[in-house]
């Protein structure tokens, strides 16, 4: 039994300066004392910082959600028809029977900051008087830009070394596949393309001696 036990038994009233306070009693009350504070003042040190915190938190969730944002509802942002749109790439008579030449179009969907990116640049083959191949500008490897060799009637990419015949099929170098083709049509004597998606596996691709590879 403690003294201040025994003394109260006795009759004495204890001291209150006698009576001893549990361990932490003091701390418990000095946090009260702060929660009340941090509730009166809420502009103190504590709530700035905690503000801050939850401001710096919420930007680095919106940079985070805005690609994904972006990415999931751009289909449905975008114009009614764009991938099925058709450009034109000129009159036919710019495009000679027997040889390839160079285009160039506008794509279909394009935004005020884009600029001369919106140029897509493609390859024409004329094969006929009504015939035509339209060949995507990249290789079929890592997409660097082939050139057109009209002395060896080659196509061939500067970065890798692929090499293709005239007719788009692959010749030789890393590419396992043809250059990709456009769609085309002749509408009122000009050559369209379907540009409203470059050309991937999910579309044709030129394999020389096999049948169209599909994606």
């Known amino acids: 039994m403690s003294t201040v036990e025994k003394e109260y038994k006795g009759g004495t009233q204890p001291d209150a300066h006698s009576v001893t306070e549990p361990e ?7 946090e009260s004392l702060l929660d009340a504070d941090f509730i009166k003042h809420p ?5 700035v910082l905690m503000t801050i915190g939850i401001g710096l938190n919420a930007l680095v969730g919106l940079a985070i959600a805005a690609p994904v944002i972006g990415y999931i509802l751009g289909p449905a942002l975008r114009k ?10 000129g009159e ?29 640049a493609c390859w024409v ?3 006929s008087e ?16 082939v ?25 030789a170098g890393p590419p396992e596949r043809g250059l990709f083709e456009y769609k085309w049509k002749i509408v009122n004597g000009e ?9 991937t596996l999910s579309n044709q691709a030129s394999v020389k001696g096999s049948s169209p590879c599909l994606g």
């Open 130 to 145: 009504t015939n035509f191949q339209v060949f995507a500008i990249n290789c079929a490897h890592l997409g660097c830009p």
């Open 43 to 47: 502009l103190n040190r504590r709530n």
């Open 80 to 89: 009614k028809g764009y991938y099925k749109s058709w450009v034109t790439l």
């Open 92 to 120: 036919v008579s710019k495009y000679p029977n027997g040889q390839t030449r160079l285009a160039t179009f506008v794509t279909p969907y394009t935004t005020p900051t884009d600029g001369i990116t919106d140029n897509t």
């Open 191 to 199: 050559l369209q393309i379907n540009a409203g998606q470059l050309p």
């Open 24 to 30: 932490g009693h003091g701390m418990g009350q000095q």
């Open 147 to 171: 050139r057109w060799f009209p002395q060896s009637s080659l196509f061939m990419c500067p970065c890798h070394g692929g090499v293709y015949y005239q007719d788009g099929s692959r010749a």
């Open 125 to 127: 083959r004329r094969t």
